[in-house]
């Protein structure tokens, strides 16, 4: 008993010790734009010339007319020279764990360096002018509450937690020889740091969904058919049955928030649909009568414009580079069909294990130009983006309206040295063309010439 005690005593004061780790210089009290036209997050075109207070970390007011700080001495103001001030970009299919690793090294690699890697690429994501992404699988909830505490500079996160698959799925990265799977026996290496979780029943998959809640997940990962990254899932593949994905949607309805599911095939979408999926992930293979369903139930279609390139990432003659080759086969006719049917669309970039291929994250979402004007790419990315990421609902990580410049608004901001409507490949280059980023009202990135 006693020792109990001291046991709880000792925890008790490890965990006051962890609490304020990493504890943030405040943010300015205040930041005032001037003279800066306003992408807004809707589409609309540049306003006129305008003005933005942000106080601590919210958009206070914005006028036309000049605002006279109330507090000029501890106010930084920035003349913005006209140039445009819009949200920060926000990226809804995201794995913070897995873009710099090599599948390898993800899946046997140190946990410590995994997460160092981790953190070093959420920088980059940030000064790439993303300051929202929604983490579609991975053990990225350390990363996150290092984010939020200011120990390093990164994007909002909403973590999504590990992916949950069925054995032989989308997510299973065991090797034969770790079968049969025995319940009560150790997990694969997988599932112990937190990237996949097997479940083949409605029962696990409750049991799997309620443990991701319990980290902190603002939403659920199910991957409902075969995937590219995956070495035994073909394509055509459909692995959760209607009632496992069912006992899914319950449980994080039960939890406020909804799940997700990586579908490409009209099977696996249709089947996720009828079970209460609110997001379908990519769709890359789906037939006009999947995209009329999607659209008439008002689901949420995230898919992405992949680069040629994601077949470069699998070793020639690969299985896993064959079906790269036909998902990219796909990708037209998916944004075509998106469009046609006016389905509520998200944009995302989904890359993965490629350092150099999340260089070109800004460039993906020029390449929705392919199919929408630039204004709308750019609404995708900003306040449609930002709706879907309101589904969370109370598992919001970050309350508050993203995406949008509008008083009350947190302050996630870019100061774009151009147009991004007139030429949207000013996103492409990120360290030349945004001049300021600002995340949660706390400037990250100033490199507006000085004035006189
Ligand atoms: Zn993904």
């Not at 990226?91 to 764990?97: E, F, Q, R």
């Not at 290496?189 to 097997?198: L, N």
């Not at 020029?366 to 109370?394: C, D, H, I």
Request: proline share 7%; with cysteine.
């Amino acid at each position: 008993m006693r020792i109990a005690i001291a046991w709880s005593i000792t925890i008790a004061a490890f965990l006051g010790v962890a609490a304020p780790l990493g504890a943030q210089t405040p943010p300015p009290a205040s930041t005032l734009f001037q003279n800066v036209r306003i992408f807004d997050g809707t589409g609309r075109p540049l306003s006129e010339p305008s003005h933005v207070l942000v106080r601590g970390s919210r958009i206070e007011r914005i006028s036309s007319t000049p605002i006279v700080s109330d507090r000029p001495a501890d106010a930084v103001v920035i003349d913005g020279g006209g140039r445009t001030l819009m949200p920060g970009l926000i990226d809804m299919h995201w794995h913070t764990l897995m873009v710099r690793p090599t599948p390898a090294a993800l899946l046997t690699g140190d946990v410590g360096h995994l997460n160092l890697l981790a953190g070093a690429e959420a920088t980059a994501t940030l000064m790439r002018g993303f300051t929202t992404v929604r983490d579609m699988g991975g053990p990225a909830f350390g990363l996150k509450r290092a984010i939020d505490e200011g120990t390093i500079a990164g994007p909002r996160i909403y973590p999504s937690g590990a992916i949950i698959s069925v054995t032989s799925g989308h997510g299973d990265f065991r090797q034969p020889f770790e079968l049969p799977r025995v319940l009560g026996a150790p997990q694969s290496r997988g599932e112990q740091i937190g990237a996949a979780m097997i479940a083949d029943s409605p029962d696990e998959v409750r049991v799997r969904v309620r443990e991701q809640l319990l980290q902190g997940a603002s939403q659920i990962k199910l991957t409902a058919g075969g995937g590219v990254s995956s070495p035994h899932s073909p394509l055509d593949a459909s692995t959760f049955t209607e009632a496992e994905l069912r006992a899914a949607v319950e449980a994080a309805e039960n939890w406020g928030t909804y799940v997700a599911v990586h579908a490409y095939t009209p099977v696996s979408i249709k089947r996720a649909i009828a079970a209460g999926v609110k997001c379908i992930e990519h769709a890359h293979l789906m037939d006009e009568a999947t995209a009329k369903l999607i659209a008439d139930s008002g689901v949420w279609l995230s898919t992405q414009p992949f680069p040629d390139e994601i077949v470069e990432v699998y070793a020639p003659g690969s299985v896993e580079r064959a079906k790269a080759q036909a998902v990219l086969a796909g990708m037209d006719r998916t944004f075509t069909l998106a469009k046609k049917y006016r389905i509520k669309v998200a944009f995302g970039t989904d890359i993965l294990f490629s350092a150099k291929q999340a260089q070109d994250q800004g460039a993906l979402l020029a390449k929705v130009t392919r199919w929408y004007s630039p204004a709308e790419a750019l609404a995708m990315a900003t306040g449609t983006n930002a709706q879907l990421l309101a589904l969370s609902g109370e598992r919001n990580p970050y309350p508050g309206k993203l995406g949008v410049v509008e008083e009350g608004a947190l302050a996630d901001l870019l100061l774009v040295d151009g147009d991004p409507i007139a030429n949207i490949r000013l996103i492409e280059e990120p360290a030349k063309n945004l001049l300021v980023i600002m995340k949660d009202g706390k400037i990250h990135k100033n490199t507006l010439p000085k004035g006189p």
